[in-house]
């Protein structure tokens, strides 16, 4: 679910077409079940992409980062519910935040140039 998909969900379910993710997250914050329901819904569909890397090749561990890992919160049940439900060997896998949050890739890009040169 790319972040037009969110925006035009977001627009449509608050009859707002101005609304952006970021206000999103803040009515979350504030309490709002609709809100709040957005973000789980948007934990499910990631939770479905998740199923099959758990069936596939179940990881110890899912590390969910960049800028999703910013609404980890409200999106973390949706994912870990879908998971639970669908996935073969679903009670052994943990659904984490990065701790690295949205350096993630440059640090992984950093990492991997270094170690390339200190190789020749």
Do not use: C
Request: aromatic residues 8%; positive net charge.
């Amino acid at each position: 679910m790319g972040n037009r998909t969110l925006h035009e969900r977001a627009a449509k379910i608050f009859k707002r077409p101005s609304i952006r993710t970021e206000d999103v997250f803040v009515k979350a914050q504030r309490g709002d079940n609709k809100a709040r329901r957005f973000w789980y819904e948007v934990g499910e569909h990631v939770g479905y992409v998740m199923t099959g890397v758990v069936n596939t090749l179940n990881p110890q561990r899912i590390i969910i980062g960049g800028g999703v890992a910013n609404n980890f919160t409200y999106i973390a049940p949706g994912v870990k519910d879908t998971i639970k439900k669908l996935a073969i060997k679903a009670a052994k896998v943990q659904v984490v935040r990065a701790r690295l949050g949205d350096d993630a890739g440059i640090l992984g890009a950093s990492f991997l140039v270094r170690n390339s040169l200190l190789e020749r």
